[in-house]
């Protein structure tokens, strides 16, 4: 089928997306109350294991040299552990997890000076839950991509945009999509809001989980990348290991029926309640489980003076990738899944 063909029984869009046109008008983030995540899922890295990180990280010269980068992740790993009470790792892993964890205090540099050290601390503390990887078709390939606002993209639903980005997972289009991601805070806004919210099937009625569960919704892939691909899908299922998988990302959503679209907008009005609204601080790292929560950001403005909000973000499998699915060009990078047709609001 020809990449921008669309298949005949999905024409449906959500009515909230349907009525605004403005999609930044979808649910307002901007209201909602700024959550402070429990202590329970708030880590925060003593000083001399922040300082011991740190020397870690200056000994793995490229984080892409997979052996020594295994060993390093190892020790960090080690060291994350030994340090406290809480081991985010196992937190993040347990059916009962929060959707997220929080690790304050890791030892992020300015960018400008020292290279590549925040890639390599991001990749290092992801590893601890599984294979940092990326799309090939994704930007230029990177497997540790930067968001921080971009001159003319202000309105666009992608990280560098500065509009409310609404609640999506990351790339609900592919069954390839990632585990966890973890976005690593280089340079803080105070006035810029995160927030994460876990799916719970416990809060929708029997008819509109039903419905969810079909694979009646095309969801297509978002501008970054370069191929536009869409899969057939449901939008809640269940993962082998009983866990939830939830693909939502209505914007790029197309609904093989009005029912369907209205069971969508169900899920969408249940998620302002009960989401946790985070403000990044520079050497935060947020982890989020994108098989389980959905997440969203708050609206901003940007100075365009270098010294805007910048983080770092990394996707995880915890699965070794499948021979087919993996590109030929790197180990760490996923080949692009097959297109069925690309929806559109
Ligand atoms: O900027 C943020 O806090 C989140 C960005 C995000 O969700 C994304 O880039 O997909
Ligand atoms: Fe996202």
Redesign the pocket.
């Known amino acids: 089928m020809p990449v921008n063909a669309m298949p005949a029984e999905f024409s449906y869009t959500s009515d909230l997306c349907a009525r605004n046109g403005m999609p930044q008008r979808w649910i307002d983030v901007s209201q909602l109350a700024t959550v402070r995540p429990g202590a329970e899922v708030v880590f925060e890295l003593p000083a001399g294991e922040r300082a011991r990180l740190s020397a870690l990280l200056g000994e793995l010269d490229d984080p892409y040299d997979e052996l020594r980068f295994a060993e390093l992740v190892a020790q960090s790993h080690a060291l994350l552990e030994r340090t406290g009470a809480f081991d985010p790792v196992r937190a993040i892993r347990s059916p009962l997890n929060a959707g997220f964890y929080l690790l304050r205090n890791l030892p992020v540099c300015d960018p400008a000076s020292r290279g590549a050290t925040n890639e390599r601390l991001l990749l290092m503390a992801a590893a601890a839950l599984g294979s940092p990887f990326g799309f090939e078709a994704w930007h230029r390939s990177e497997i540790v991509h930067s ?1 921080e606002p971009k001159q003319g993209a202000a309105d666009q639903q ?2 560098d945009g500065n509009v409310e ?1 609404l609640w999506h997972v ?1 790339d609900a289009h592919t069954a390839l999509a990632p585990d966890y991601f973890a ?1 690593l805070c280089v340079r803080a806004d105070p006035a810029v809001r ?1 927030f994460v919210r876990k799916i719970d099937v416990r809060e929708l009625d029997a008819s509109t989980l039903q419905r969810l569960s079909e694979e009646s919704f095309l969801i297509g892939a978002d501008e970054s990348f370069r191929e536009r691909s869409a899969e057939r899908a449901a939008v809640l299922s269940y993962r082998p290991d009983g866990g939830l998988a939830v693909r939502y990302d209505p914007l790029y959503t197309t609904c093989a029926s009005p029912e369907h679209a209205a069971a969508l907008d169900v899920l969408t009005s249940c998620l302002a309640d009960g989401a946790t609204g985070i403000v990044l601080e520079a050497g935060d790292m947020l982890v989020v489980d994108n098989r389980a929560a959905v ?1 969203s ?1 708050s609206s901003y403005t940007p100075r365009f003076d270098g010294r805007d909000r910048l ?1 770092r ?1 990394v996707f995880i499998r915890t699965e070794p990738l499948a021979a087919h699915d993996a590109a030929s060009s790197s180990p760490f990078l996923v080949a692009a899944p097959a297109a069925e047709g690309i929806p559109s609001c």
């Open positions: 968001i992608l990280g980005l990351e976005l995160t997440h950001r983080l973000k």
